[in-house]
């Protein structure tokens, strides 16, 4: 489909004027003709005129009264004045009143009536190519904006306190209500609790429900780091100052300027590294590797540690002016034999991400495993259960993940409401009968040999080399409950 003709509205009262003009530029443009201001302003309204090439003296109004009008109601047509005269304050008066583009004087060639006439259609084409691109651009910002912020939306909720599983009555929620509270104010806090308790976790959702939410975040876990690799992370380096460096490094407390920085591992911090960072948490002030002059930067500090601080403190194993300065405020995370109301949550939900993650679909985790992994005391706390959800990911043949694939040491825990001597692990040191001791260790074999055969009571007697009569006997006199699905199963 050709293109339409640039279009064109040619203005004069003598029609010889309008006729040769109109033949010179017909090839190339779509021209109208108007005899005066009154008809061409006709003409403006019902066509989309891109030129305007006006006579400036008319009968009535003039070339310049006329087009300072069509410059108010269509301010992007171009407008060129075709003259005889060429006095200076008519010149002035045209384009302060009308804005013209060009003057044309008469008489005119063809040739050169045709080049204004293109060179003015192209002004049009990339004014109006502007003007379209400028609202594009700002729709564009806008949306970019309104992305942005979505995004910072989205990512403030999914990393928020809500996204910390617990259950109802978890002991969880009065730690997480403490933790809102610390979030608002522009604090130092400290989170003390065993490994794999969720500090981190914690720790990015007062983050992103604080007043820094829209500042970088970043954590770095110090356990066993060593020290000339720790300073070049935490504070930078400049370029030279270390072998085989070729350019500056910039440090996390400079890349969280006016953010948070989460330091997991406090307790293991050397006494020169503890120094170093006592400034930091003092004065906002640290100095580079290899640097000679001080950086500032406003860096909220979040750590964690595994060890009680104060008593690191009392054993002089820690410095109390850091401590102070670390711990204004301090949670306690407690692990997750001490919230094992939680634990199905947590268990479902490790599971379906380890799912979706290795795209193994299940359905979840039967009544009879989780009161198995209910009886563990999970000194790995989560990261142990969620290694542990992955282990029977991978070994399971149903959508649905029975007691049978819980590890060996898990399915030996003696239940939570034994006696005391029946569900420690020191069953060998302590004290009582050999007979009574003995009697708790072949209780804990029998229960997870049954649960992971799956209650098959003769493969169950033929690898721990009993008769099927005393295996039911020693299933009576320990009280192991039968399982809910045995159905007496002998094959």
Same mark, same amino acid.
């Given at each position: 489909?050709?293109?339409?003709?640039?279009?064109?509205?040619?203005?004069?009262?003598?029609?010889?004027?309008?006729? *040769?003009?109109?033949?010179?530029?017909?090839?190339?443009?779509?021209?109208?003709?108007? !005899?005066?201001?009154?008809?061409?302003? !006709?003409?403006?309204?019902?066509?989309?005129?891109?030129?305007?090439?006006?006579?400036?003296?008319?009968?009535?109004?003039?070339?310049?009264?006329?087009?300072?009008?069509?410059?108010?109601?269509?301010?992007?047509?171009? /407008?060129?004045?075709?003259?005889?005269?060429?006095?200076?304050?008519?010149?002035?008066?045209?384009?302060?009143?009308?804005?013209?583009? #060009?003057?044309?004087?008469?008489?005119?060639? %063809?040739?050169?009536?045709?080049?204004?006439?293109?060179?003015?259609? +192209?002004?049009?084409?990339?004014?109006?190519?502007? &003007?379209?691109?400028?609202?594009?651009?700002?729709?564009?910002?806008?949306?970019?904006?309104?992305?942005?912020?979505?995004?910072?939306?989205?990512?403030?909720? $999914?990393? $928020?306190? &809500?996204?910390?599983?617990?259950?109802?009555?978890?002991?969880?929620?009065?730690?997480?209500?403490? *933790?809102?509270?610390?979030?608002?104010?522009?604090?130092?806090?400290?989170?003390?609790? @065993? *490994?794999?308790?969720?500090?981190?976790?914690?720790?990015?959702?007062?983050?992103?429900?604080?007043?820094?939410? +829209?500042?970088?975040?970043?954590?770095?876990?110090?356990?066993?780091?060593?020290?000339?690799?720790?300073?070049?992370?935490?504070?930078?380096? /400049? /370029?030279?100052?270390?072998? $085989?460096?070729?350019?500056?490094?910039?440090?996390?407390?400079?890349?969280?300027?006016?953010?948070?920085?989460?330091?997991?591992?406090?307790?293991?911090?050397?006494?020169?590294? #503890?120094?170093?960072?006592?400034?930091?948490?003092?004065?906002?002030?640290?100095?580079?590797?290899?640097?000679?002059?001080?950086?500032?930067?406003?860096?909220?500090?979040?750590?964690?540690?595994?060890?009680?601080?104060?008593?690191?403190?009392?054993?002089?194993?820690?410095?109390?002016?850091?401590?102070?300065?670390?711990?204004? !405020?301090?949670?306690?995370?407690?692990?997750?034999?001490?919230?094992?109301?939680?634990?199905?949550?947590?268990?479902?939900?490790?599971?379906?991400?380890?799912?979706?993650?290795?795209?193994?679909?299940?359905? $979840?985790?039967?009544?009879?495993?989780?009161?198995?992994?209910?009886?563990?005391?999970? %000194?790995?706390?989560?990261? &142990?259960?969620?290694?542990?959800?992955?282990?029977?990911?991978?070994?399971?043949?149903?959508?649905?993940?029975?007691? @049978?694939?819980?590890?060996?040491?898990?399915?030996?825990?003696?239940? /939570?409401?034994?006696?005391?001597?029946?569900?420690?692990?020191?069953?060998? !040191?302590? @004290?009582?009968?050999?007979?009574?001791?003995?009697?708790?260790? &072949?209780?804990?074999?029998?229960?997870?040999?049954?649960?992971?055969?799956?209650?098959?009571?003769?493969?169950?007697?033929?690898?721990?080399?009993?008769?099927?009569?005393?295996?039911?006997?020693?299933?009576?006199?320990?009280?192991?409950?039968?399982?809910? +699905?045995?159905?007496?199963?002998?094959?």
């Amino acid at each position: 489909m050709t293109a339409p003709l640039p279009s064109i509205l040619l203005v004069d009262d003598e029609e010889h004027s309008l006729s *040769a003009m109109r033949m010179a530029l017909e090839d190339d443009f779509d021209c109208y003709t108007a !005899t005066g201001a009154e008809p061409a302003l !006709t003409i403006m309204q019902e066509q989309d005129i891109q030129v305007i090439f006006c006579d400036q003296r008319m009968p009535g109004k003039s070339g310049v009264e006329f087009l300072a009008e069509v410059r108010e109601r269509w301010p992007e047509t171009v /407008r060129i004045i075709i003259t005889g005269y060429t006095e200076t304050n008519d010149m002035i008066s045209a384009i302060n009143d009308a804005g013209i583009y #060009q003057f044309l004087t008469k008489p005119w060639h %063809p040739d050169q009536l045709i080049m204004v006439a293109k060179n003015a259609t +192209d002004l049009f084409r990339l004014n109006r190519d502007h &003007e379209r691109m400028s609202l594009e651009m700002r729709y564009l910002a806008r949306r970019v904006e309104s992305s942005v912020e979505d995004q910072r939306k989205a990512l403030r909720e $999914g990393m $928020g306190f &809500e996204n910390v599983l617990r259950s109802a009555n978890s002991p969880l929620n009065g730690v997480i209500e403490q *933790a809102r509270q610390f979030a608002s104010f522009d604090v130092p806090v400290l989170l003390q609790g @065993e *490994a794999g308790t969720g500090k981190g976790q914690i720790a990015r959702a007062m983050h992103y429900t604080s007043l820094r939410s +829209d500042r970088p975040y970043y954590e770095i876990d110090v356990t066993g780091v060593d020290d000339d690799i720790l300073e070049i992370e935490l504070f930078g380096a /400049r /370029r030279g100052s270390v072998p $085989g460096l070729a350019s500056k490094k910039t440090g996390l407390l400079q890349k969280a300027d006016r953010g948070t920085l989460y330091i997991s591992g406090i307790h293991d911090l050397s006494p020169r590294m #503890q120094l170093a960072l006592l400034r930091v948490a003092t004065e906002g002030a640290f100095r580079p590797l290899g640097g000679y002059e001080m950086i500032r930067v406003d860096v909220r500090i979040l750590s964690g540690s595994e060890k009680d601080l104060r008593q690191e403190v009392a054993d002089g194993t820690f410095r109390g002016d850091l401590y102070h300065a670390l711990a204004p !405020t301090t949670l306690c995370i407690p692990p997750l034999r001490n919230r094992l109301g939680d634990l199905p949550v947590l268990a479902q939900r490790l599971l379906f991400d380890a799912a979706a993650k290795h795209g193994k679909p299940v359905h $979840g985790i039967s009544d009879d495993a989780l009161r198995f992994l209910a009886n563990y005391d999970w %000194p790995g706390n989560q990261r &142990e259960l969620e290694n542990e959800m992955i282990r029977m990911l991978i070994f399971s043949q149903d959508a649905t993940l029975g007691p @049978e694939l819980i590890s060996r040491h898990i399915l030996q825990a003696a239940p /939570r409401d034994a006696h005391s001597d029946m569900h420690t692990d020191a069953v060998l !040191t302590t @004290e009582g009968t050999l007979k009574d001791r003995i009697e708790v260790i &072949e209780m804990r074999i029998l229960r997870e040999t049954l649960t992971r055969l799956k209650w098959n009571k003769s493969r169950a007697a033929n690898e721990l080399g009993l008769s099927r009569v005393g295996l039911r006997a020693k299933i009576e006199r320990y009280g192991i409950d039968t399982h809910a +699905d045995a159905d007496e199963r002998e094959d």
